[in-house]
């Protein structure tokens, strides 16, 4: 593993893009719906029990959090979205405030979004998948949760996912994950160690 991951600390929450820092720093955003598994993925990518608070009561995380690697870059973790309770007024504030994240955040470097592999493609998966591709922001998707499935099922989950992405003439990578095994964890680091870097993956 990379040490720097390991190395992520929080740093601060924001309630709104607004109040994120205003410097040149590369960011890396997390996003996924509520209980897909992010704050579990961004636990296991950092080789940390509780970086981001793991949660059995979805849509609980309704702010922006930031986490700092020792050079400075930043992974973001932003809220988890889709979560029925969650009251219309404040899915309206986030869902505009998600796609203002993207349009304007020059900082953003890439977006790994995370869907349960059970569950891939809903709805707001494809908004940000597009504002993804109309902001030229690289994208890279875990289906996590692959130890839920045997591993046949999961690659094959896997190929109907990319020949979706793919038929949306959408550019993006992507790969099986599980937070509970650990498996994944290397390739994810992969693809932020290139992000970092500014490379783009395809
Ligand atoms: P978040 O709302 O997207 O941050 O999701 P959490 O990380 O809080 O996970 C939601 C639930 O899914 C929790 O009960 C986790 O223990 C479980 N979970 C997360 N990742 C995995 C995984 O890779 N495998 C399995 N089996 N369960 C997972």
Redesign the pocket.
């Known amino acids: 593993m990379n040490p720097v991951y390991r190395q992520a600390r929080f740093i601060s929450s924001a309630p709104d893009i607004t109040l994120l820092p205003q410097d040149k720093v590369r960011e890396i955003a997390f996003a ?10 961004l ?2 990518i950092t080789d940390q029990k509780q970086l ?5 009561t ?1 849509g ?2 309704q702010m922006i959090n930031l986490f700092e690697l020792p050079d400075g870059q930043r992974l973001i973790d932003l809220p ?1 979205y889709g979560y029925a309770k969650v009251p219309d007024a404040i899915k309206r504030h986030w869902q505009t405030h998600l796609q203002r994240y993207f349009v304007e955040r020059e900082q953003l470097a890439g977006l790994i979004l ?1 869907m349960d592999i059970r569950h891939p493609l809903q709805d707001l998966d494809w908004q940000m998948i597009k504002w993804c591709a109309a902001e030229d922001v690289p994208l890279h998707i875990l289906l ?5 499935l045997t591993y046949n099922v999961g690659k094959t989950t896997l190929l109907q996912v990319q020949r979706a992405i793919e038929d949306a003439n959408i550019v993006a990578t992507l790969q099986l ?5 650990k498996n994944g964890v290397d390739d994810v680091h992969e693809v932020l160690d290139a992000w970092f870097t500014g490379q783009r993956l395809v």
């Open positions: 996924g719906r509520s209980n897909a598994g992010k704050s579990s993925a636990n296991a981001a608070r793991v949660s059995n979805p609980r995380t988890g995370i996590t949760k692959a130890d839920k994950f599980s937070a509970t095994a």
